[in-house]
C-alpha cells in the first residue's frame, strides 16, 4: 500500500504545490492498521489504495489521499486538530499518530458511535468524537491549528474559518457530488484574511447536514 502511496504522491507533486509526504505521515500511515477500520467482508482489500464502503452510502478514503491531506494540513506534536466526516475513524487515527489532540465529527450516528468505540479500543486516548453537523465545526473546543474536512462542501463553512488559529491551516474538498472537486488548501493569516489553493482534483462522498 504504501509503495502506491509514494508513486501517487510524486507522480503529483509537481501539481499537488509540495514535494511528496514529510517522514511524520509516512510513520503514521506505516503504523495505523486500516484493516481495523474497514468491514470485516472487505478486509482483504485493506491494503489496496482505493477507497472501501463502510455501510450508510460512505466509504473510508484512499490511503493516498488521506496521506496527501494529513501532509498539507502540516499537523504537528502539540496541535490540537479538528476533522469534519469521522466516517470510519481511520483518517482520525492517523492524524491522533501525529497531532496532540484530535476533534472528530460526524453526522451519521451509527458510524460515529462505532468509529468512537474502535478509537478507544485501539487505545487513542487524544482523540474525542461526537455526532453532529461538523458545518459548525466545534466551538467549544476551538481554536483549532489545522481542520481537516473530509466531505465535499458547495463553500468553505464561515464557522470552521472563524475556528481556524491564525496561522492555521485547512484541507477541504470543495465541488458539488456530480462535478469536479478540488482538494483546496486555505490558510488563516495573522491578520485574519484567509489564501486559498488548489491541491488536486478528487471526488469525496458530498458534505451533508442542515446549513
Ligand atoms: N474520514 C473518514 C472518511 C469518511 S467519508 C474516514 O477516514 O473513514 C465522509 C464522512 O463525512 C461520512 O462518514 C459522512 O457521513 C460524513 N459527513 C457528511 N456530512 C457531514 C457533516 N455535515 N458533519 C459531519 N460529518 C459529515
Known amino acids: ?15 499537488s504545490g509540495g514535494s511528496g509526504l514529510s517522514p511524520g505521515v509516512i ?21 489496496h489504495n482505493r477507497p472501501l464502503p463502510i455501510g450508510y452510502g460512505q466509504t473510508i478514503s ?71 453537523d461538523g458545518y459548525y465545526g466545534w466551538p467549544e473546543a476551538a481554536p483549532f ?7 465535499a462542501a458547495s463553500h468553505v463553512p464561515p464557522p470552521l474559518i472563524k475556528q481556524l488559529k491564525p496561522g492555521g491551516r485547512m484541507v477541504i474538498p470543495l465541488g458539488t457530488q456530480f462535478m469536479t472537486q478540488y482538494l483546496m488548501l486555505v490558510e488563516k493569516q495573522m491578520d485574519g484574511s484567509v489564501i486559498t489553493r488548489q491541491i488536486l482534483p478528487v471526488r469525496f462522498v458530498p458534505l451533508t447536514g442542515g446549513h
Open 1 to 15: 500500500m504504501m509503495e502506491e502511496v509514494l508513486a501517487d504522491a510524486a507522480y503529483t507533486s509537481s501539481y
Open 27 to 47: 510513520a503514521a500511515m506505516e503504523k495505523v492498521e486500516r484493516h481495523r477500520f474497514v468491514p470485516g467482508w472487505l478486509s482483504a482489500f485493506a491494503y
Open 62 to 132: 484512499q490511503p493516498f489521499i488521506v496521506a496527501l491531506m494529513t501532509d498539507r494540513m502540516r499537523a504537528k506534536a502539540g496541535d490540537k486538530v479538528l476533522e469534519i466526516g469521522t466516517g470510519s475513524g481511520y483518517q482520525a487515527a492517523i492524524l491522533a499518530e501525529i497531532a496532540s489532540s484530535v476533534y472528530s465529527i460526524e453526522i451519521i450516528e451509527p458510524l460515529g458511535k462505532q468509529a468512537g468505540g474502535l478509537l478507544k479500543s485501539l487505545g487513542y486516548r487524544n482523540v474525542k468524537t461526537k455526532v453532529g
Open 145 to 151: 491549528d489545522a481542520i481537516m474536512v473530509t466531505a
